[in-house]
């Protein structure tokens, strides 16, 4: 070392340094409890399209985003109902089941207009259609806190990844969506209908 130059000190170990902490789930067990229970009762027929009316109710600017044909629309319902069973089906690791298939879903929304304003229309349509169907009682309240939490989640992270596709548009957001659609979800998340 050479006079005058002062020697490196060693790094210090301290709180900030230190790993995170898991964090815990969105959902805890009485509040998963509670959807599950809740999930039952939706008749899965029906719950696409009525998240689409109250969609369209509180946005009435997303009707053209469906390109007016009845085929989108309906598809759009049948995604609806899947995205809600996977997101039942894994409510206990959400952030790691779900997170790969909702960037991938967000992204390929990126390059077709829809806001944040939109998915918020979407998280908030989630909570009327599945409150349509919620059964009045002391946990009718608890329930739809619940079902506010799930669909928040959804939205946001639907949200976060279009954002992120249009600041960096892809190419083909088209041809990967409809890959992704016609692949459906991965292994993991496949449902039955």
């Not at 976060?160 to 249009?166: E, K, P, V």
Request: proline letters at 8%.
């Amino acid at each position: 070392m050479e006079k005058g130059q002062l020697a490196p000190k060693p790094l210090r170990r301290c709180r900030s340094a230190s790993p995170l902490p898991p964090r815990p789930p969105l959902l805890n067990q009485d509040q998963q409890v509670l959807i599950k229970r809740s999930w039952h009762r939706v008749p899965h027929s029906s719950v696409g399209k009525s998240i689409y009316a109250h969609m369209i109710a509180r946005s009435p600017d997303m009707r053209a985003m469906f390109g007016g044909e009845n085929n989108s629309a309906d598809r759009h319902m049948r995604h609806f109902l899947g995205l809600l069973q996977c997101a039942v089906d894994n409510l206990n690791d959400m952030e790691k089941a779900l997170q790969p298939w909702l960037d991938l879903l967000g992204k390929g929304h990126g390059g077709f207009s829809i806001r944040s304003k939109h998915w918020d229309a979407f998280g908030e349509a989630i909570v009327t259609a599945v409150s349509e169907w919620i059964a009045p009682g002391k946990s009718h309240k608890d329930t739809v806190k619940a079902w506010m939490l799930l669909s928040c989640f959804l939205s946001d992270r639907l949200c976060a990844a279009s954002r992120i596709a249009a600041n960096c548009p892809m190419t083909t957001p088209r041809i990967q969506l409809i890959t992704l659609m016609a692949s459906g979800p991965p292994p993991s998340l496949r449902f039955e209908c």
